[in-house]
Every structure is written in structure tokens, then in C-alpha cells.
């Protein structure tokens, strides 16, 4: 991979009023005056000018709650850019390894004053790190050789082309309910992320280099020491695990069928309040689902201000792994809502991740010896008629399968390996909506 060997510094602030979006504003050109000797700037898609500090100064001035202004701004040792949109800023800074060494007490103090006061979210990190984990048009990944990107996990984006599926790296920036979540160097998170995941998980994060509270609320974590060694493997490791512990990929994916990877942490969303269950091994360290014997459960409502946590030993029932139950059908089920259209496979990974991990369980509970365990697949209609049933038959080489059904609004099979059995059933999504998720189901 041909590195730049730069650092990337991303800030969202919303400021209260005119005159402080200005302030940040002209706070900012003497940020990047300091570090640099601009050269020239552009303003939205004007022509490009030699630097003049007080036509920038001008345009600050004339901006009103209803502006949406671009300003970009070159120098020999770096770009910097802002994106103001009323009373908000989204700040972009790209600057040489050279500038970093020399003033990053600065820089750091500078964005943890700014986020403190005005921040939404933000990061530094190597833009490096930030390139390998976000561009997916194979022509942009310019950086990389052939070879490397024959190994790059892949998928269709909308116009059917081929694009690598960032979705499944550590450092990959998605979006949800206008907040980012991602992984990387340094981060930091405004109240607004407590709304979606408690502080509390956070703070008890593992395995990061720092965790520090700020003024306002403001929570700053950093995971190693070196941005510039993101590629160093206990690195990828820290990162890869910061991700998972939080639950980012939980929340959102933009690949139609999700990380295939076990959680480490689930959400429940009940009007105003979040639930999560954390799950830990014996010495307390996060583990996947099926292996955790210790379970964190957190309950927060951040508009009452009200906040519980439990921390339990035991084992998983039927009911962690198939939440809705009939009793007197005798049957409990769980579902999943794929859409394979992205995927080069058809669904083919994600069919086989998601069954194996609803079949290939250890529980103790009576229920499951006697009730019909059912595992739903909501797909769009089209995907119903050609389900890849044979390459998935050969998948799961290991398992019994029978009773295979096919009618027109389903399509279901029961698998059976050792002691554990399981029917999976394939739907199209608008049943969804219109059964509301009841158990008792004639087809099934």
C-alpha cells in the first residue's frame, strides 16, 4: 500500500448564534495559519485565489442562518476545508506527518477545546488509515496494488458495480441518526451518542489506549499510541475490538445482510429508553454471544435522566436466542431482515452465518427439547424465487436437512445436527408488516 503519511482531523460543531459560528470560523483560519503557509483557497466552485485573509474574513461576515458555503484552503503542507450549513460546521483538516510531529500538543488541544464546547462528534487519525478502511470504488483505491485488491472483501453497490464492502473493516464511517460511528486513532463523542448507546459502555470500553472525560459531557477515547501504526496488527486488533464492544455494526450496515460476525453486544429500543446486553466470559472480558457466562444489562433513558444496570452470572435460555414464543402452538422463533441484492453470493454467506448461529447452540432448557424453534428470513420478493437452496445445502455439509416446502409466500426446511434442531423459513418482507411478527403461522 503507497502511504501519504498524513493526518486526517474531522470536527461536526454546531454553534448557538451568528456571531459564534464566526468566531469558530475565524478560529479556524488561524489554526490553519499556524500550522501552514496557506497558498491559495476556493470558495463553493469559485475561481481558486491567491490566499487573502480578509476576503475570507468578508465571507464570514455575510453569512446568514440560511448560508451553505464551501471554503477550501491549500497550503504546501496541507488542505483544509470547512462546510458551514447555517449554524453548522463540518471541519476537514489533511496535513503532513512533518506538521503533526511538531505541533501535535496543538492540534489536539485545539480540537478537544472546540469539541468540548461546540462538538457533535470528531476524530484525528492517519488518512492512510482512513483511505484503506472507506474508499470503495476499486479505480479510487489507487494506492494499492492489483494483488491487494484481489483480496479485498467485495460487493454490488445500487448500479450493480463491483465495490470493496468497507462494511466489513474496523475503521469503516457509517452514519446513524446523523452521528458517525466508527474506529479509529482518536474519537470523540457529544451527549447525543448517549442517546442511542449509554454513556456507562463507553467508559467501561476495554482494551484502549485513553478514555477521558471532557467538559459538556464530551467523552474522548483513543485506542494506541502511533496513528502512523495503524497497520500494526495489536493495533488492527484494538480497533477491530472497539468497534464490536460499542456495537456500531448492530445498529446499521450498508451491505443488505450485516457484519457476519458474533455480537458482542445487543440493543433494544422501547419508546424512550435503549436496553443493552453485554456479554462477558469469567474474567469479565467481552465475548461473543454463545460464550458468556456474565451479562451486563444496562437500561437508559436519557430524556428522564434515568439510568439502571445489572450485572448477572448464568447461562442462556431459549428466550436469548428466540425471543417471540407461542405456547400454545409450541413454538418461539426469531427472525432476520436481509436484503441480498448487494451481495455477489446471494445471500449465500449471510444464510449460512445466521443459521449456524441460530442451530449451533448450548442451552439448557426444557423448552427447546419440545417447541419448534424457528429462525425467519424477510427478503424482497425477488429474492424469494431463486433462493440458492442447493449451494446452501452444500454449505451445511454437517447438518441433517428435511422437509423441505415450497409454496408461493414460503419456503421452509428443518435442520437437525446432534441435538439441536432448527426450521428456517424464508418470507418476503411485506409479511413483516403485515403479520407484526405472530407466531401462529399456518405455513409453518
Known sequence: ?????????LSHLSSNSKDELTELLKDWVSFVRILTDPEIFRINDGETEA????????????????????????????????????????????????????????????????????????????LDEYLYNNVERLDKRDFQSQD???????????????VVDCNLFSGYDIYYK??????????????????????????EVQQVQTIEELQNDMVKISLYL????????????????????????????TNGVGVLRPPLIEFAFIDQAVQTVQYQNDQLQPVEKKKATYFVTR????????????????????????PWIDHEGKKMMNYRVLNPELTLDEGLSAY?????????????DERYESYIAVLRFYLPDQFLKELPLEPL????????????????????????????????????NTQLEAKNLKMAVEEE
Not at 449554524?87 to 468540548?116: G, P, Q, W
Not at 442462556?316 to 436466542?321: D, I, M, P
Open 1 to 9: 500500500m503507497r502511504k501519504t503519511e498524513k493526518i486526517y482531523m
Open 352 to 364: 449460512e452465518f445466521y443459521i449456524r448461529q441460530y442451530l449451533e447452540i448450548d442451552i439448557m
Open 299 to 322: 437500561s437508559s433513558d436519557y430524556i428522564r435522566k434515568e439510568y439502571s444496570e445489572n450485572r448477572t452470572r448464568g447461562i442462556l435460555n431459549v428466550q436469548a436466542y428466540f
Open 226 to 253: 502511533d496513528p502512523f501504526k495503524w497497520e500494526a496488527e495489536v493495533n488492527q486488533k484494538y480497533q477491530c475490538f472497539f468497534r464490536e464492544q460499542i456495537g456500531f455494526d448492530q445498529l446499521v450496515w
Open 51 to 126: 490566499f487573502n485573509l480578509f476576503r475570507i474574513k468578508e465571507a464570514f461576515e455575510q453569512l446568514t442562518s440560511e448560508s451553505n458555503l464551501w471554503l477550501k484552503i491549500q497550503a504546501a503542507g496541507g488542505e483544509f476545508q470547512v462546510h458551514i450549513s447555517g449554524l453548522t460546521i463540518v471541519e476537514r483538516n489533511i496535513f503532513d506527518a512533518s506538521i503533526f510531529s511538531a505541533y501535535h500538543k496543538m492540534v489536539e488541544n485545539y480540537c478537544d477545546l472546540r469539541m468540548e464546547k461546540n462538538g457533535t462528534y470528531g476524530y484525528i487519525r492517519s
Open 393 to 428: 445445502y452444500e454449505k451445511l455439509y454437517d447438518v441433517t436437512i428435511s422437509n423441505l416446502n415450497q409454496e408461493k409466500e414460503v419456503t421452509y426446511f428443518d435442520l437437525d445436527k446432534a441435538k439441536n434442531h432448527l426450521r428456517v423459513a424464508f418470507l418476503s
Open 178 to 203: 446523523g452521528l458517525c460511528m466508527t474506529s479509529c486513532w482518536k474519537m470523540y463523542y457529544s451527549n447525543l451518542y448517549f442517546q442511542i448507546i449509554p454513556r456507562q459502555i463507553f467508559l
Open 148 to 162: 491487494e485488491l484481489e483480496k479485498l472483501p467485495k460487493r454490488y453497490n445500487y448500479n450493480k458495480e463491483i
